[in-house]
């Protein structure tokens, strides 16, 4: 399936994984009463911070977002993906690292978890990091910078 | 292997499946859906979009339940206060998501994928939360 005018969107399978992303969501809310933010859960497994969580509940969640990945690509046979080069790749971990823990979240626990229930911090940290997000790309490639290999 | 590890083993386990399938592990996917001057790719709003609507309506559903299944209490932020830290942090983690098409879950995620540098993904964002718990402690 694509959208006429936007030939590399894969708006279905986007849509199905959000759904799976939501449910898993749900679970981490409707069972352990925990909000699925991986920012936060991956503080807490290595004891940089985090929430009230178990240390050992929060490895389970950290080691199962690589498993789930390796289902879906033993199954379809190979997943595609184009990385950055390590330099922009530790530059960013470490801003991603600084900026979620300062943030109290990331794409999950704000975005996902947190506009959802039109929570106002959430909505103003989903909508900064959109911003900063848009403006650092378009920048760089005005820059002529090309990150992905 | 009791219901409080197998629950989050599970939740993280569909995470890491969705993330895949929605196709934000591909940096080049995330870094397409921020090209709004450019080749924009609009497929991470339809995984927002989708994940959204399902929390909805779990959020719909928490007020009816006294406890979670399998915790005691429900834990969900209360703060509704707009601070500096949060826009600023928020700004940060947007630079660094916008310089290399990665954010935390699928940075972990990317592990079977791209081993080698989606090591160096967490490796690093390991160290940023570590700078940052050491320069709040003085």
Known sequence: MTIPGFPDAAPLAGLIGGILIGVSAAIMLLGMGRIAGVSGIFAK???VGGSGMSRGGAWAFVLGLPLGALIVALVTGGVEAQFAGFAPIVV?????GIGTRLGSGC???HGVCGV????????VATATFMAAGIVTVAVMNAMGMEVLK | MSSKLITPLIAGTIFGAGLTIGGMTDPARVRGFLDIF???DPTLAFVMG????VMAVAWGIVPRMVEPLFAEKFHIPDRTDLTPSLIGGSA?????WGIAGL???PGIAALVIEPAKAAAFVASMFAGMLILRLFERN
Do not use: D, E
């Open chain 2, 92 to 96: 940060l983690f947007g630079i660094g």
């Open chain 2, 38 to 40: 450019g080749a924009w």
């Open chain 1, 45 to 47: 497994a290595t004891g």
């Open chain 1, 107 to 109: 794409t999950s626990g």
């Open chain 2, 103 to 105: 954010c935390p879950g």
């Open chain 1, 92 to 96: 960013a971990g470490v801003l991603v």
């Open chain 1, 116 to 123: 959802s229930r039109l929570s106002a911090r959430s909505i």
């Open chain 2, 50 to 53: 989708g994940a959204v609507i």
